[in-house]
């Protein structure tokens, strides 16, 4: 099993439309959750980072499920200019190394 | 532009030749990593250095690569005998790190393309 696991997608949402990400890690030992963004043929970008509390900005919401093991971004009114690719990072305790998972790509259509 | 800058962008080079690329961090950023991204997946971890220290190599990484901070500012990535399977993206970031545990947002830099003929 992957240590970071992601859907590729692509989810091909219209514009307006609410949209859910999840992404699984296996190592329960991890600490630090983070979403970047990637356009394409572009470098990642820090979206967010995830808190043990859940958090929030502006149309982005993510989460963190420690039991389950899963954090998850959700997108509410979705502009075209949110297509990307959400990639997840997790980060175990004590390691200076983060591990991204192979990215969600999301497509936002008129 | 402060940002992480890296150069060459682009690589075209025939299987079996040496490739090397430098990366310049954020100047006040001392951990500094490069990562290898193919299509269609998420970045894949080389190495990290914190200060000039190479402090983790990733087990996938081949001795064909190696990678130097000499003086804890710009790095270099190195590839000898370049196969058709190093054909990718080699990524750059920095951090701004204190304390082991301690993570900080990493910043990436535009990346070089490497294509091995």
């Known amino acids: 099993r992957k240590e970071v696991e992601q859907d590729p997608g692509p989810f091909n949402v219209p514009e307006g439309a609410t949209v859910a990400f999840n992404c699984t890690y296996s190592n329960s030992a991890s600490q630090s959750f983070f979403w970047y963004r990637q356009d394409c043929r572009k470098e990642p970008k820090l979206l967010m980072s995830?808190?043990?509390s859940g958090n929030e900005d502006g149309r982005f919401t993510a989460q963190l499920n420690r039991a389950s093991q899963y954090i998850s971004l959700l997108i509410r009114d979705s502009k075209l200019s949110d297509s990307a690719t959400y990639l997840c990072?997790?980060?175990?305790?004590?390691?200076?190394?983060?591990?991204f998972g192979r990215g969600t790509s999301l497509i936002v259509h008129p | 532009d402060t940002g992480v800058s890296q150069d060459p962008r682009h690589k075209i080079t025939k299987r079996g030749q040496n490739v090397t690329f430098r990366c310049d961090p954020i100047s006040e950023h001392n951990r500094l990593y490069w990562y290898r991204q193919t299509l269609g997946q998420g970045p894949e971890f080389l190495t990290y250095f914190q200060n000039e220290a190479q402090l983790e190599k990733s087990r996938l990484l081949s001795d064909r690569f190696s990678a130097e901070r000499p003086k804890g500012s710009f790095s270099t990535l190195e590839i000898q005998r370049t196969e058709q399977g190093d054909s990718a993206m080699y990524l750059c970031?920095?951090?701004?790190?204190?304390?082991?545990?301690?993570?900080?947002?990493?910043?990436f830099g535009p990346g070089t393309r490497l294509t091995v003929l």
């Open positions: 995830v808190y043990s």
């Open positions: 970031a920095s951090s701004l790190g204190a304390g082991v545990g301690v993570y900080n947002e990493q910043f």
């Open positions: 990072v997790v980060r175990s305790g004590g390691s200076y190394i983060p591990t």
